[in-house]
């Protein structure tokens, strides 16, 4: 998936993964996140998750390559967000919610600030499987030591469907977090798009994990 993927993608409002609410195991499982400070979004989009994290009281810092999205996520909430040059990327802030628009991988803790929690929700499945080990290694890098994450992953034949998204099943995602605790907490079958035609063999998973 090039930048112009998405790019387009975005261009063509073909943003079937945007679910345009909180995310349903995000707001069962926030308490996974713990009293975190500054929460971490890799590939937010315009999730509405950052609205809701930052209403929990954290800090969200999302990271999204298409600048469109950025600029729709404050302007669908009526906020006008400071924008600013931050090292190679372009940071659209307001109030606890960061947006900073460039390419994850090029993101440091310098740039982020102390991130002290994960959510990641439709970033590990966006990515083909060369990319899914070095972005886990990213964050494994970024991530403090006791850190939460709360890992949304999708399963389902990969031969019935191209990604993105892509199927990583459970034995994939615990191979990525190899050494740090991590357990499936919740299942449902997956909705919306392409997914949810696929019937009962396509299904969401939310992982906790520990840093
Ligand atoms: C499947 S969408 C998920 C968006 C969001 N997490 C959500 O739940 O709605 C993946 C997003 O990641 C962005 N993206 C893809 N590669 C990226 C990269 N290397 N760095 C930052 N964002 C990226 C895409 O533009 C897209 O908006």
């Known amino acids: 998936m090039t930048p112009d993927f998405w790019e387009s993608r975005w261009r063509a409002g073909q943003i079937g ?3 345009g609410a ?9 308490a996974v996140l713990g009293a975190a400070r500054q929460v971490l979004v890799p590939l937010c989009g315009k999730t509405e998750d950052l609205a809701f ?3 929990r009281g954290h800090t969200a810092v999302g990271v999204e390559l ?19 040059a931050r090292g190679g990327f372009t940071a659209y802030a307001h109030g606890g919610i960061t947006i900073l628009v460039g390419d994850f991988f090029a993101t440091t803790l310098d740039l982020l600030g102390p991130v ?21 290694a990213h964050l494994r890098a970024l991530l403090p030591r006791g850190a939460g994450g709360l890992v949304v992953s999708v399963e389902y034949p990969q031969e019935a469907m191209a990604g993105p998204p ?8 615990r191979g990525h977090y190899a050494g740090l605790p991590i357990e499936r907490i919740d299942r449902r079958p997956a909705e919306g798009g392409r997914l949810a ?6 299904a969401e998973i939310a992982y906790r994990v520990q840093f």
């Not at 929700?121 to 083909?128: K, Y």
């Not at 060369?130 to 972005?135: S, V």
């Not at 035609?197 to 396509?202: E, I, N, S, V």
């Open 22 to 30: 909180p995310n349903a195991f995000l707001q069962s499982h926030a």
């Open 166 to 173: 892509f199927s990583v099943p459970e034995a994939e995602v």
């Open 197 to 202: 035609a696929l019937g009962p063999a396509a």
């Open 17 to 19: 993964f945007h679910e």
């Open 53 to 55: 994290l930052a209403a």
């Open 66 to 84: 298409v600048e469109d999205a950025a600029r729709a996520f404050f302007s669908e909430h009526a906020l006008t967000p400071a924008v600013s």
């Open 116 to 136: 002290d929690a994960l959510y990641d929700r439709a970033a590990l499945i966006a990515l083909p499987e060369a990319l899914r080990a070095r972005y886990v």
